[in-house]
């Protein structure tokens, strides 16, 4: 499956907040690939792997699903940039205040 979708996965960590943000983004834009894989693994002969695949891709293409993906993704692709600078060692507070302040005036 792996190869099919092309991309190696990133693990999550408590603390990874951008890591969380780039995980969701990935998702999102591998979704036909992540299908696709679901799809081929659903021919193999190991009933276990096909049933479970089977459940996940009805999950991830149940509508609902796919608009939170959406919405979420367009809201961590807003916050991203933000989330990059509070995790940098030399921020104080009034330069973050800037900086979301700037970002909801000007969406940058």
């Not at 780039?22 to 690939?33: C, M, P, V």
């Amino acid at each position: 499956m792996r190869k099919t979708v092309g991309q190696k996965h990133i693990s999550l960590c408590e603390t990874g907040w951008i890591e969380r943000h780039d995980s969701i983004l990935q998702f999102r834009s591998a979704l036909d690939k992540i299908c696709s894989a679901l799809l081929l693994v659903s021919l193999w002969n190991k009933q276990e792997s096909v049933s479970k695949a089977h459940i996940l891709h009805l999950a991830i293409m149940d509508a609902s699903f796919i608009i939170t993906l959406i919405c979420l993704a367009d809201a961590l692709a807003l916050t991203l940039p933000l989330s990059r600078l509070f995790q940098s060692k030399n921020i104080d507070l009034q330069t973050a205040q800037n900086h979301i302040i700037y970002s909801l005036i000007f969406g940058d």
